[in-house]
């Protein structure tokens, strides 16, 4: 079992920028990858970013350009700098990491954190 805690959110202005950190309790490295997610009131969650052992990244259209995943194996920390935020990229933000075994693909998630962007 895997713990994962974010932190880092917060309230901001527009143009702002903010960085999430995710701290997981095992070795991330032992996991095919991480990313983050978010969900906005009333909306289903989404994929925001994510990256894979294997160091490829994958960015939300919305998001291109402005946020960046990167992580930190010795803390087995990931991060998510996210600049030039917008009002709709409020939402509380997720954690994930994710592997598979036999039976298939499986997730581990953190609590969330909320990020809020004030026009």
């Known amino acids: 079992q895997v713990q994962l805690v974010e932190s880092g959110g917060g309230l901001v202005q527009a143009g702002g920028s903010l960085r999430l950190s995710c701290a997981a309790s095992?070795?991330?490295?032992?996991?095919?990858?991480m990313g983050w997610y978010r969900q906005a009131p009333g909306k289903q969650r989404e994929l925001v970013a994510t990256?894979?052992?294997?160091?490829?990244?994958s960015y939300a259209s919305s998001v291109k350009g402005r946020f960046t995943i990167s992580r930190d194996d010795a803390k087995n920390t990931v991060y998510l700098e996210m600049n030039s935020l917008k009002p709709e990229d409020t939402a509380v933000y997720y954690c994930n990491t994710y592997g598979y075994n036999y039976r298939g693909r499986f997730d581990y998630w953190g609590q969330g954190t909320q990020v809020t962007v004030s026009s």
């Open positions: 990256l894979t052992t294997g160091g490829s990244t």
């Open positions: 095992g070795s991330i490295s032992s996991f095919n990858g």
